[in-house]
């Protein structure tokens, strides 16, 4: 039987001590006999003993004909560069499919991932996500706990959570992720459903599974989850930066070498100078906010009204996310 063949990319940083049970919880995925799923475990820029524990880990898997793993090793850091070299990899082996999986996750379902890539065969689906929900260590403080229960919604179409989702080969074979990149998913989903803009309502679509969830476990103090904060916002605005010369790029050949470009970290300080910066991204977020707290109050009545204390500390929070990014944006403090 010629069986069809995906590649599952696993992207581990600095990770020795979850990745046995991660790579325990992908030893365990089962899929149908005409799937073959090449696993490898992408060790990128790790200083701890994250590639040693991966390859003694694979090599205690049984061999199954439904499956192949193998660990390396890779000196540049960076989810980016391990990304795009990761795709690269996968279409030159003819993949028909890809998976992403963060190394730091746990995927108790073992028909998971055989879930999400029966989900790809839906004709107008071309990546499905997989539900996020956190698990809290012993030590997270009441008020990382606290700003969870105010914030956790369903994952929801159209967004990318970047720790756990399947994609079709077609959809990312012009997609390349440029080198200074801090929030991948939310960039690989502009393009996306923009059909690599060339369209404000592109062809393809982002689907959240309603079956396939994963567990993560969220940051333990607050300075851990502000960091986090302002990376999601300083991350953002380099992408809207990046999607301005993309807008504006005269076809999709152009817009193609100009991703090359930014993969090979080129063109980056230029695109950065020219785009305006961080106050209207500011603004639309508070706007977001602002609106979103209205909706709640008109859906939920009595119960929205009572949040109205967390739902102004949240605002106020962002506000001042907002503020440090802004510093970080102009003085290019970009490092992780």
């Known amino acids: ?185 939310g960039f690989l989903a502009a393009c996306v459903k923009t059909s690599l803009f060339t369209s404000a309502r592109g062809t393809q679509s982002i689907a959240a599974s309603r079956k396939v969830s994963h567990q993560y476990t969220p940051y333990t103090t607050f300075g851990e989850l502000y960091e986090h904060s302002i990376r999601l916002a300083l991350g953002t605005e380099m992408n809207a930066a990046y999607f301005t010369p993309l807008w504006h790029a005269r076809d999709r050949q152009d817009r193609i070498r100009l991703l090359r470009r930014f993969s090979r970290g080129e063109q980056l300080e230029e695109t950065f100078r020219a785009h305006a910066g961080l106050p209207q991204n500011s603004a639309i977020s508070t706007r977001k906010s602002v609106l979103k707290f209205v909706n709640s109050v008109r859906r939920d009545g009595w119960k929205g009204i009572a949040r109205i204390p967390l739902s102004g500390a949240k605002l106020c929070y962002t506000q001042f996310v907002n503020a440090g990014a802004r510093r970080r944006f102009r003085s290019r403090e970009f490092k992780w």
């Open 1 to 185: 039987m010629i069986k069809r063949v995906v590649a599952a990319g696993v992207f581990v940083h600095n990770e020795q001590e979850c990745l046995p049970k991660l790579l325990s919880d992908l030893e365990a995925q089962v899929f149908p006999p005409d799937l073959r799923v090449d696993f490898s475990i992408l060790c990128n820029g790790c200083t701890d003993r994250s590639f040693e524990v991966a390859q003694s880990e694979v090599q205690r898997w049984p061999t199954r004909d439904y499956r192949t793993a193998s660990a390396l090793n890779l000196e540049e850091g960076g989810k980016a560069n391990t990304w795009n070299a990761f795709v690269e990899h996968a279409l030159n082996a003819g993949a028909s499919a890809m998976v992403f999986v963060d190394g730091d996750i746990r995927i108790l379902d073992p028909k998971a991932i055989a879930t999400l890539l029966e989900s790809l065969d839906s004709p107008d689906v071309s990546i499905v996500v997989s539900q996020p929900q956190p698990v809290f260590a012993e030590k997270c403080s009441r008020l990382v706990r606290l700003s969870f229960s105010v914030g956790q919604t369903p994952h929801r179409d159209g967004s990318i959570c970047g720790q756990l989702y399947a994609a079709t080969a077609g959809a990312l074979s012009d997609i390349r992720l440029p080198k200074l990149c801090l929030v991948e998913d």
